[in-house]
């Protein structure tokens, strides 16, 4: 939507997860199975579990958007007798002067400007495990053989109400995003996955709907 001189609504960008592990496919080979998704709207949470084709390892994979620490988590988990070897890249949204995405230690990377503010955004990865493994190519970080990881991500602007340019702070950014994501990665999932409940719930507990002789 183009709204003239107040700017646009555009899609910021997208987060590609892909498993190169060969142990699940599309097709009928080596299908999924037990699949379930879910969303839990009193805690925040939603995920979805299931199973490799003949049944020896299961997988889950949860997320939630946390307010006390302003980042999006994923934790993805197998349990059984696979590891995980996933590869996680970052596409930016059409028409917002993204620049290129850069991918080190563990993180991705990019940038850009729009008509007012300048934006930055990162993702961390964090594996998990005694034989897993995390490099980075110029496509993406890739992990491998691992029993769990972690996910974080972070975006913020330099956007001001207070300023007289409605900016501030630009030059702060990127290093900003990555204290971020860095603080929430050594904090942890547990931490994360309580504090963000904790938050959450002091919303939705505030009200309590019951409908009698409910199928």
Do not use: C
Not at 26 to 41: E, Q
Not at 59 to 87: I, W
Not at 124 to 134: F, H, I, L, T, Y
Not at 182 to 205: E, I, M, P, R
Request: aromatic residues 12%; hydrophobic residues 35%; negative net charge.
């Amino acid at each position: 939507n183009d709204y003239g001189g107040y700017g646009q609504y555009k899609n910021f960008g997208s987060i590609f997860v892909e498993d190169i592990s060969g142990v699940i496919g599309f097709g009928s080979n080596n299908p999924a199975k037990d699949y379930v998704r879910y969303l839990d709207i009193e805690e925040g949470v939603a995920g979805v579990r299931y199973s490799n084709a003949d049944g020896t390892t299961k997988y889950e994979r949860t997320y939630f958007v946390s307010e006390p620490d302003q980042v999006f988590a994923a934790r993805y988990t197998a349990n059984g007798a696979n590891k995980l070897s996933l590869k996680f890249s970052y596409a930016p949204g059409e028409g917002i002067n993204a620049s290129a995405v850069t991918y080190a230690d563990g993180q991705a990377t990019f940038s850009g400007k729009l008509t007012t503010v300048s934006y930055n955004t990162r993702f961390n990865v964090v594996p998990v495990g005694d034989e897993a493994k995390m490099t980075a190519t110029e496509e993406g970080i890739v992990v491998e053989n691992a029993d769990e990881v972690l996910l974080i991500m972070t975006a913020g602007t330099d956007y001001d109400i207070t300023s007289k340019t409605f900016v501030s702070g630009t030059s702060e950014l990127s290093t900003i995003m990555e204290e971020r994501v860095n603080d929430a990665a050594q904090k942890g999932w547990s931490k994360l996955y309580a504090d963000h409940v904790v938050n959450f719930k002091s919303y939705t507990g505030r009200v309590k709907l019951t409908f009698d002789d409910a199928a």
